[in-house]
């Protein structure tokens, strides 16, 4: 009895002095093609269970040019975008397709709209004065993401090294689902055909 209560002692003893193990983390890269051209504005995730929230709270999407910039954004759910008219005219930000329904009215030059994107999916961004202006904006539930480069590149930053199943998408194409051993040095194709 004596042997067992010092040994649940120094067990207990042990597991309380010794600090927990920080998780390895390693990033992946990648290129995006539809065919043999490359993919620009591809958005990669990679779920990984129960990961954390990270610590950007706000993201941007801005009109300048008659444009919205950038024209894809990714965002964690319950990120709150501003939507900042950096032109010279008035603009009517809304998305009334799935994801997010916000209409932000009628707004001046200087002026900032913002929407929290709550629910993961992707919306579709419209300005109602301009019509030639669209952007997306699509929500998801991990913070372990990127938009690929003119080139189709991207990098995902310190995702926690495992096995995990990552998702693809590219305005105009279909979400792909495929899987990734991430490791240092991993790396994966995202091919539509």
């Not at 992946?28 to 129960?50: F, L, M, N, R, Y």
């Not at 965002?75 to 009334?96: I, L």
């Not at 904006?137 to 189709?152: I, K, M, N, R």
Request: aromatic content about 10%; some cysteine.
């Amino acid at each position: 009895m004596t042997r067992l209560f010092f040994g649940v002692l120094v067990a207990s003893a042990l597991s309380v002095a010794s600090p927990a193990m920080p998780t390895a983390v390693a990033d992946v890269t990648g290129v995006a093609h539809s065919g043999s051209k490359a993919v620009a504005d591809a958005v990669i995730w990679i779920d990984v269970p129960s990961a954390p929230r990270t610590a950007t709270p706000q993201a941007v999407l801005d009109q300048r040019d008659l444009k919205f910039f950038p024209r894809v954004l990714v965002v964690q759910r319950g990120t709150r975008v501003k939507f900042p008219n950096s032109d010279r005219v008035f603009h009517n930000v809304f998305s009334y397709h799935d994801g997010q329904r916000f209409d932000l009215g009628l707004y001046p030059v200087g002026a900032v709209g913002t929407v929290p994107f709550d629910k993961p999916g992707l919306s579709r961004v419209f300005c109602r004065i301009h019509p030639q202006m669209a952007a997306y904006v699509l929500v998801v539930d991990t913070p372990h993401f990127a938009v690929s480069d003119e080139a189709g590149r991207f990098t995902v930053r310190s995702v926690p090294v495992g096995e995990y199943r990552y998702r693809a998408w590219r305005p105009g194409g279909t979400i792909l689902n495929l899987s990734v051993d991430v490791k240092p040095g991993a790396s994966v194709e995202v091919r539509w055909p």
